[in-house]
């Protein structure tokens, strides 16, 4: 069982930035690759960033390749998106993802909204 919890997320004017985090309990965090999702209502959630269990990989929708960041710390068991260069089109809310089978694990989300 893994109990994930997304937090700062907020209001940020266009080209600002905002390093989200994605704090997860279990001891299968370690292990599982972390995904990043955002969506906007009335829309299907849209895959961001993506990291694998070891952190060495990392995968971006081209939306925001270049702008955004996602790294992990074990440690600490938390996955971080760091985004700069915000825009509008950004606003969402954002949610971290872990699939350990038979089933995938979300969070409650983070809402960023980018308006001046």
């Known amino acids: 069982q893994v109990q994930l919890v997304e937090s700062g997320g907020g209001l940020v004017q266009p080209g600002g930035s905002l390093r989200l985090s994605c704090a997860a309990s279990?001891?299968?965090?370690?292990?599982?690759?972390v995904r990043w999702y955002r969506q906007v209502p009335g829309n299907e959630r849209e895959l961001v960033a993506r990291?694998?269990?070891?952190?060495?990989?990392?995968d971006y929708a081209g939306s925001v390749k270049g702008r955004f960041t996602i790294s992990r710390d074990d440690a600490k068991n938390t996955v971080y998106l760091q985004m700069n260069s915000l825009k509008p089109e950004d606003t969402a809310v954002y949610y971290c993802?872990?699939?350990?089978?038979?089933?995938?694990?979300w969070g409650q989300g983070t809402q960023v909204t980018v308006s001046s």
């Open positions: 993802n872990i699939y350990l089978p038979p089933r995938d694990y």
């Open positions: 990291i694998s269990s070891d952190g060495a990989i990392t």
């Open positions: 279990g001891s299968t965090f370690s292990s599982s690759a």
